[in-house]
């Protein structure tokens, strides 16, 4: 009789008959690492300077990174990209960043290839590389490499980490968050449950307690299976936060002020071979030490805080290595996204949001550092950063800083150990000055892992130069774009375009590193030829079309209108994502309705949206209702009757008014109860922490609220938060490309 048709059995390796007794049974073969295959560690900081490390000429005691340094390599001349999304794309995938969608931060989205803002489905993570090789991988903190449209709960989810290749995931996927009080934090593929955060919370060491469960979670379940953990830092982004006790630590230790201390910087990095003899500093950007130096010397008590936390993190993982046993066996990286940045301004500020404001037509009046006592810089109270002057020091010797082509945004520290696989010979010193991209390090540490890279890639292994340190570097050129800056490095040459119109400059930079000595008028047949090789790359890796206007990045696609729709919220949903929250309130006039059914006693939060750098909270306290809008630091309290008992609909209309201002009107049936008018606009990203509904999530609003009552749930009689989107006001410079001027921009 013949068999009939059959299907499912396809690549079974065993034997099916009709009957188990004649069939042979087969198991796919597990996916395993070699025998002795070494963990993986990446710790990247984000906008950590060149010499913020002891290793690199720092101060800041960072004795857990200087040990690492002094047991395995440092290198003097690795590059990352002058921002963090396209160097966290980079590393990710061993592509340049355009070709990786990442040609600048994931909070634009142009329309251009290189402006993808997601890694392509085809193009393999690290993770998935080493998942695919036998790993387990896991990742704590930031990921910015999801487009800022889709980090909500609704959104399709295909370029969050979980489905990019990680086991494990705990962090905040946006650019940066507040230390104490983070916006928004994710587990896996969700939302954190909307607990609050104890007093002591500081979001450095939670990372670090979720690695650790992390390693030993796999260790309970599997002995030897190896892991790849991605430890990206939310630290020392902006907000500079740090803890009390680190604080006080350098109390009084930058009173001298950022010059003196640039000066010991440099001075240390000759004495330890970093740079050869010779080796001029840039020259520095300083402001004047002189008004306001306890409150400037306080932002970088505080930050150097803040990178001490970093490293006392490193020293819990390397301490529970060793504990466990698998230390030696670690290969461990500890880098930078890109230089320190100046974003602090001049004189840095104590609000952070309204310092990030960057709109044309702000009034003049305009504060971009808001006043607040000195004692609470660097807490949870005061979302602050540090003046320019201290980003210069970070930098050293190098110009410039975070978002440009120049040593100082793309000339980071690095260092790599692996007492096992990679140990230092006799005499030598740990030191490589061969250059190094960040592209390099996905093919470099699937190498050393013994894995198989991607075909594709861009950079290339440096694993042979740590062995023969006399070796020279494979990568010999590189292409360097951002927001229009230009550059390009071949072999010990470097141009460099500043901005769009602006000549190319020529440095030596094996000579010159810190780029002091412009040769571009002494050498125009070599600038021409290495503008000629940097075209060619732009065609090459996608970096075309170049922003030569505003529009080019204030355009967002059509499939974001629906996100600018009334809303309704009820209370237990999760904290509205940042980005979400936006679309309802940003530069226009908008609407907030609440239904209640009031009882006597009944109080809480009824809506909150912001937190200690900007927002505002409505609640009900003592029978009264009440606002208090924060304005980038400054709270705006009022306060109104409402009905003790029965049906409540509450009314909350902010309308929109000229200089980038709100004129605030709370009613309760349709009458006036309070008002709050000419309050400055929350713009840029703020409010930071989104909306949340019958409660104050993240960071307090209203901090005497906060001390008073904590999160001040709405315990019983709140139905519904509607928020419901106005006409966006004249100044919003956000253009949505709708499909007829596509069409009409495409015949012009």
Known sequence: MSTPPSRGYEGFGGTVRELASQSTPWWPPRRRARRGAPNVVVVLVDDLGFSDLSPFGSEIDTPHVQALAESGYRFTNYHSTPLCSPSRAALMTGLNPHRAGFAMVAHVDPGYPGYRMEIAPEVPTLAESFRAGGYATFMVGKWHLTIESKLHDGADKSSWPIQRGFDRYYGSMDGFTSLFHPHRLISDNGPVPDEGFPDDFYLTDALTDRAIGMIDGLRANDADKPFFLYFAHQAVHGPVQGKPADVAKYRGRY?????????????????????????????????????????YARHMEVYAAAVDAVDQSLGRLVEHLKRIGEYDNTVIVVTSDNGATAEGGPEGTRSYFSRFVRLAGLPDDWCPDVPRDLDLVGGPQVHGHYPRGWANVSNTPFRLYKGHAHAGGIHVPFVLSWPAGLPRGAGDPGVRDQYAYVTDVAPTLLALAGLDRPQDVDGVPFDHFLRERDRPSLHRSQYVECGGQRGYFEDDYKIIAPSLGHDWELYDIARDPAETADLAAEQPERVADLAAKWRAAAWLNTVFPLADTPDMLETRPPTELPLSEPVTIRPGTPVLERFRSSRLTSMRSFTIEAWLERRPGDEGVIVAHGDQGGGYVLYVEDGELRLTYNAYGVPVRAGGPLPAEG????TARFTALPEMRWDIEVLVEEKPVLAVEGVPQLLGMAPFTGISVGFDYGGPVDWELHERRGVFRYRRGLDRVRYVPGEKAPYNPEIIALAEDLAQRAIE
């Open 255 to 295: 009173d001298a002020g950022w010059a003196r201390t640039r000066e010991e910087r440099f001075a240390r990095q000759l004495r330890d071979g970093l740079f050869p003899e010779g080796t001029r500093p840039s020259d520095p950007d300083l402001p004047p030490w002189e008004e306001n130096t306890e409150l």
């Open 647 to 650: 049906p409540v609909t509450v």
